[in-house]
């Protein structure tokens, strides 16, 4: 298939405005299906860290009567001690609660006067704590302290992430399907534009697989040099990109990892089989209407 | 061969005998048979009840007023089209039964030259000539090619383009084409219709030569001459197209 030009290619004169636009379409399709797959990647990634970041960690908050905040927080540091599951806690200090605090009110705000709920930070380990058993026991030992575990918030987000990696699996197989129907397009327009070569070689006795096989070597050659191409381009903005930074986001998160920079690689190769299948399928459905 | 008695037999059961001991070749076997043929393009059938046997060997011209369907007929010898009702049979298979490859694979045993004589514009001449050999993966049988190019004269035109040939150059090149696999049959519609006298007689008896070799010759031409010529140096058949119906023609061919 890589042999360029030979005897078999030549019977089809070269078309211009075809070959430009396979290869155009192949190339910008690939550069798009790079960022598709980095999108995916990317928020596989995150879904995974948020998993796991939400998943060690919880919160238990104390309202309690300033008389009974140190009791009650003594006694649900007591329970979490016996706990199974529970790795750490502690109890976080005014200056702590105060930090959290100033986006809100301000670094001023005096925490020691108001009556705020104590905030007790829990990160579990190994397969983590039985939240509900977790929570009867609080309710017995301290009334005024709830459980959160951030489920709440964390479910909301993992299926967020996960949608976006479908969402880029989807746009990667939808970016394959237009790819396929314009090198069909582009294909069968080659095969109206050259009807007269056809009829010729029909008639000095050339099978279908001949006259196709011309199209089809033609046709996923131009893919994989427009495919390669885009690939390239591709992978170079991706590489531009700003780096994942800490306090970036998901944004700057966006890129590849390790060894999945060579995972775009592949992308050129699927595009010639998809031009490959493409424009076959396109050849013998347009030889099989002819004399 | 076989074919239908001209009209002026009528019913006569002993006229009709004696027709057909005339022009049936016995003890060879049919290169390309037609039998109850008709064919339409519209609702209205352009030929009807054509029935031909072409033996082996034979040599057949076929004449007709234009429009009356001698490029459809020979269309049908070669497969391009199929009878809208009635059988074509070539090298014993029906061709409404053939799949497309083994039609492709018989069409290697015909050399066809169209009256358009069509090519590969973008290919040089002496490709578009060998290209029966190169699509049948005989390309390495073409040490002959410069000398067949040669024969029709246009040794000096190998390189060149197809566009750039005058009409007779065209027609010469697409005879080079039809005979370059020697092939079991050759059917030419018009071939010399852009050839000088000199050049037809070349072909005549290149169409000769091959019949003597044993291959099958049908040629559809308005050219009189070239036929009383022909008739002259082998055993040549006339056929006409008349009131949609293949007929043999009158002695005064």
Redesign the interface.
């Known amino acids: 298939m890589a042999r360029k030009d030979g005897?078999t290619d030549?019977?089809v004169?070269?078309t211009g405005h075809t070959a430009w636009l396979t290869s155009f379409t192949a190339g910008v399709m690939v550069f798009l299906a790079v960022f598709a797959l980095a999108l995916s990647l990317a928020a596989g990634r995150l879904a995974e860290r948020w998993q796991e970041a939400l998943s060690n960690t919880a919160t238990i908050r104390i309202a309690a009567p300033p008389d009974q905040m140190e009791f009650q927080t003594q006694a649900v540091l007591n329970v979490l001690a016996t706990t199974p599951g529970v790795a750490e806690a502690r109890a976080l200090t005014d200056d702590e609660q105060q930090k959290l605090l100033a986006p809100w009110f301000g670094a001023d705000l005096p925490v020691e006067d108001l009556p705020l709920p104590r905030l007790i930070e829990v990160t579990s380990a190994g397969q983590g704590f039985d939240a509900e058993g977790l929570r009867q026991r609080l309710s017995a030992e301290a009334p005024g302290a709830v459980l959160d575990d951030h489920g709440r918030w964390r479910q909301p987000l993992v299926v967020a992430a996960g949608r976006l990696r479908l969402l880029g699996q989807v746009s990667i197989l939808l970016i394959g399907g237009a790819m396929a129907a314009m090198i069909t397009l582009a294909a069968h327009a080659a095969l109206s534009a050259n009807a007269?070569?056809i009829?010729?070689?029909?008639?000095?006795?050339?099978?279908?697989?001949?006259i196709a096989r011309a199209f089809v070597r033609r046709f996923t050659l131009r893919a994989l040099l427009g495919a390669g191409l885009g690939a390239i381009f591709g992978m170079l903005a991706v590489a531009l990109l700003p780096g994942a930074e800490t306090e970036g986001g998901f944004l700057t998160g966006l890129g590849f990892q390790g060894i999945e920079w060579a995972y775009p690689l592949a992308l050129p190769i699927a595009a010639a089989v998809v031009a490959y299948v493409a424009t076959r399928l396109a050849a013998f459905n347009r030889?099989?209407g002819l004399? | 061969m076989r074919l239908n008695p001209p009209q002026g037999l009528g019913k006569d059961a002993t006229a009709q005998a004696a027709f057909r001991a005339v022009f049936h070749v016995r003890n060879t076997r049919p290169v390309i048979a037609l039998e109850q043929v008709s064919y339409a393009y519209g609702p209205e059938p352009l030929l009807t009840d054509v029935n031909l046997t072409l033996a082996a060997g034979s040599f057949y011209f076929l004449t007709g007023p234009s429009g009356t369907g001698k490029s459809t007929f020979l269309k049908l010898c070669y497969?391009?089209?199929k009878p809208t009702t009635g059988r074509v049979t070539i090298f014993d298979r029906n061709v409404k039964d053939m799949k497309?490859?083994e039609l492709?694979?018989?069409?290697?045993r015909m050399g066809?030259v169209?009256q358009d004589c069509?090519?590969?514009?973008?290919?040089p001449l002496a490709?578009n000539v060998a290209?029966?050999l190169?699509?049948?993966g005989r390309?390495n049988e073409l040490d002959d090619l410069s000398a067949l190019l040669a024969w029709v004269g246009l040794g000096g035109l190998a390189d060149a383009l197809p566009p750039t040939l005058s009409g007779g150059e065209r027609q010469r090149a697409a005879l080079a084409?039809a005979v370059i696999t020697s092939p079991d049959v050759l059917l030419a519609d018009e071939p010399t219709g852009n050839l000088d006298w000199d050049m037809s007689q070349r072909l005549l008896a290149l169409l000769v030569e091959l019949n003597r070799m044993g291959k099958t010759i049908l040629v559809a031409t308005h050219d009189m001459n070239l036929i009383r010529a022909a008739k002259q140096q082998v055993n040549a058949r006339v056929l006409r197209i008349r009131d949609k119906r293949l007929q043999a023609a009158g002695a005064d061919l």
Do not use: K
């Not at chain 1, 009829?199 to 001949?210: K, T």
């Not at chain 2, 069509?118 to 290919?123: K, T, V």
């Open positions: 005897p030549r019977i004169p070269q007269q070569v009829r010729v070689l029909r008639l000095v006795g050339a099978r279908d697989a001949y030889l099989r004399p | 497969g391009e089209l497309r490859d492709a694979i018989a069409r290697r066809v169209h069509q090519f590969l514009d973008h290919l490709t290209l029966p190169t699509v049948a390309g084409r």
